[in-house]
């Protein structure tokens, strides 16, 4: 196979590639049954982006010059005028028919998103496995019967069109609760400030549709949730990142950076950091402010985590702090609500929110009316309140179980930092043993983990380290499932 480009032409490169092979098919030079190189492998040979060679595959493949087959790659197919003779399905036109090229026709940020958390993160469906890599909250707390009891007078209290309509900025009673939640953590904020949302990915996809243009810098931490850097990768954002210790972000290498790059807003996760477990100081959360406020640049805080502290004082949001509305504020029921219900919160200057609202009303026909009307309830009778104390206990008396495990585990090069509070542990393993194969391995043997290299958004860490979840599984479970870690990494060092 012998392709030439000339990267000065008029025609697109991708074409180029196309033009090319589809000629040496027709030719001979590449018979039916002959293997093409990768995607990748091509990329390289040809030294274009991955991206040039996925259309120019696409477009092939939609003209049936080439096949797909799994576990060979892409191959010559048979021609299509061999296949009938030259004379077109049916003989009714001679015109051939052809498939639309959707590779070619999607952006190509689109095309090539990293997709490792998201099938990693689905795994803990498989309930043969032990989850210890799902980030969602216990059954324990809000048992399935109980909220069943009390989501049936919600349905019948309310008229059948608010089973599917609420207001654009959440219910009106739900945000009134709110005021008064958000209140107990130095949060001040009128129903006016606040946006009620299904969850913190589809805040922060708003809330960077609001703010990002293609090519604007924006400042993350290292590591970073991916789910995160991939909102701000799809919107053309150029990442900027600054690393975490003990403390949190590393405030005290934002100022330069602000200084030579001007990013659109910074993003930290102040409390329980995903997936590190650490808390951004008070020293920090008091500077990364008043930075905002010297240099006009926005803080976007993500705060899901903050009211579960098992060790030492509950620290103020940095939005408690905010003076001059200068932060948007995230906070999420995610790990704190019934299983598989969530609601995330924004507060935020009063033109922030209304122009979220209006984004809102534009892209949501409906929200989720009864997880809303649910949530307001329990803030009002003091229900959630209580099951925040329930919260704690449960997942500290899990971090201990999950930590006795790996202390057990010290000999063999395992090492860790106990976390003050969240449902996290950052995991280093021994040296040597890489997190990619040692996941695979564990996923064999039954335990679901996530690795850490999914966390930095340039693949440039995290090789040796694994998150470790520990909110949704049993008491039971979790010892099973650490269990099988210690198996997993035995077999990882023998082998």
């Known amino acids: 196979m012998d392709v030439k480009l000339d990267k000065q032409s008029k025609i697109p490169v991708y074409l180029q590639i196309v033009d090319q092979l589809r000629a040496q098919i027709m030719c001979g030079a590449l018979p039916s049954g002959s293997v093409l190189p990768s995607e ?46 030259g004379k ?40 043969s496995k032990y989850s210890l890599g799902s980030g969602i909250s216990t059954n324990e707390v809000f048992r399935p019967e109980r909220v069943a009891h009390d989501i049936a007078p919600l349905m019948t209290s309310a ?31 009128s129903t006016g400030e606040i946006q009620i949302l299904s969850e913190t990915n589809q805040a922060v996809d708003f809330i960077v549709t609001l703010l990002v243009q293609p090519g604007d810098t924006v400042v993350m931490e290292e590591p970073v949730h991916p789910d995160m850097s991939r909102a701000m990768e799809l919107a053309g954002a150029k990442i900027l990142t600054v690393p975490v210790d003990q403390d949190g972000m590393r405030v005290d290498l934002l100022e330069k950076l602000i200084l030579h790059k001007h990013p659109r807003f910074i993003f930290v996760n102040s409390s329980f950091h995903d997936p ?8 920090r959360r008091k500077k990364i402010i008043e930075i905002s ?48 219900l969530s609601i995330a919160v924004v507060a935020a200057n009063a033109d922030v929110i209304r122009s979220l609202s209006y984004l809102v009303s534009v892209r949501l026909m409906a929200s989720d009316w009864m997880t809303q009307k649910l949530l307001g309830r329990y803030l009002d009778d003091g229900t959630y309140y209580k099951a925040l104390d329930e919260f704690r206990a449960s997942y500290s008396r899990k971090q201990r179980l999950v930590c006795e495990k790996l202390d057990e585990m010290a ?85």
């Not at 590190?276 to 020293?283: A, D, F, P, R, V």
Request: with cysteine; net charge negative.
């Open 40 to 85: 990748r492998g091509l990329a390289q040979m040809l030294e274009v982006h991955r991206n040039t060679v996925v259309k120019a595959y696409g477009e092939l493949k939609s003209d049936a010059w080439i096949e797909s087959r799994q576990g060979i790659g892409y191959v010559v197919a048979v021609p299509p005028a061999a296949e009938d003779g």
């Open 88 to 127: 077109g399905e049916a003989g009714a036109s001679d015109k051939p028919s052809r498939r639309v090229n959707w590779i070619n026709e999607i952006k190509d940020r689109h095309l090539d998103m990293e997709k490792t958390f998201d099938d990693l993160f689905q795994r803990f469906t498989d309930e």
């Open 159 to 189: 008229g059948c069109c608010q089973y599917f309509y609420s207001p654009y900025k959440g219910d009106k009673f739900l945000r009134q609760k709110l005021v008064s939640f958000l209140s107990t953590k130095g949060v001040k904020a």
């Open 276 to 283: 590190t477990g650490h808390i951004l100081s008070l020293e």
């Open 293 to 340: 406020n010297t240099y006009r640049v926005p803080i976007v805080e993500e705060d899901a985590a903050s009211e579960l502290v098992y060790e030492g004082e509950k620290l103020p949001p940095i939005k408690a702090f905010d003076t001059l509305e200068n932060v948007i504020y995230i906070y999420s029921f995610s790990l704190t609500f019934v299983t598989g």
């Open 411 to 495: 000999a063999l090069g395992v090492s860790y930092e106990r976390p003050r509070g969240g449902v996290y542990i950052w995991c280093r393993l021994p040296d040597g043993v890489d997190s990619k194969r040692f996941i695979n391995r564990a996923y064999n043997m039954g335990l679901i983990l996530i690795p850490g290299y999914v966390f930095y958004p340039f693949k440039n860490g995290g090789r040796n380290y694994v998150r470790i979840n520990y909110s949704y599984e049993s008491d039971e479970r979790l010892l099973a499932g650490m269990e099988v870690f210690r198996a997993a990494l035995l077999e990882s060092l023998e082998g």
